[in-house]
Nanobody
Framework: VQLQASGGGLVQAGGSLTLSCAASGRTFSSYCMGWFRQAPGKEREFVAAVGWWSGGNTYYSDSAKGRFTISRDSAKNTVYLQMNSLKPEDTAVYFC?????????????????WGQGTLVTVSS
């Protein structure tokens, strides 16, 4: 599976942004998908995940809960991260990831596939 993340950019605090991650290669619909982020000088952290099944369970970090929404469109082989009420502390490079296991996605360790990252900058 190849993952191509896009949609990052510069946005003011309180604004919104939608990230996309397009998957190609093996069967997208059988993979759980997730978003992670890495701020300058910090470790990569989990943001959100969605199960592979239709209407799959979603999970969010405490910082993302209530502001971010993960979704997937299997017809387009794409997973999205809708980010609302953005804060300067959301500034980071955002990565998408794919794995057969939702628990693996949520842990962020030994994930099968990673995308290249897209930069989100939130100005105050």
């Amino acid at each position: 599976v190849q993952l191509q993340a896009s949609g990052g950019g510069l946005v003011q605090a309180g604004g919104s942004l939608t990230l996309s991650c397009a998957a190609s290669g093996r069967t997208f619909s059988s993979y759980c998908m997730g978003w992670f982020r890495q701020a300058p000088g910090k470790e990569r952290e989990f943001v959100a995940a969605v199960g592979w099944w239709s209407g799959g369970n979603t999970y969010y970090s405490d910082s993302a809960k209530g502001r971010f929404t993960i979704s997937r469109d299997s017809a387009k082989n794409t997973v999205y991260l809708q980010m609302n009420s953005l804060k300067p502390e959301d500034t980071a490079v955002y990565f998408c990831a794919a794995d057969h296991s939702l628990s693996t996605i949520r842990s962020g360790t030994q994930v099968d596939y990673w995308g290249q990252g897209t930069l989100v900058t939130v100005s105050s």
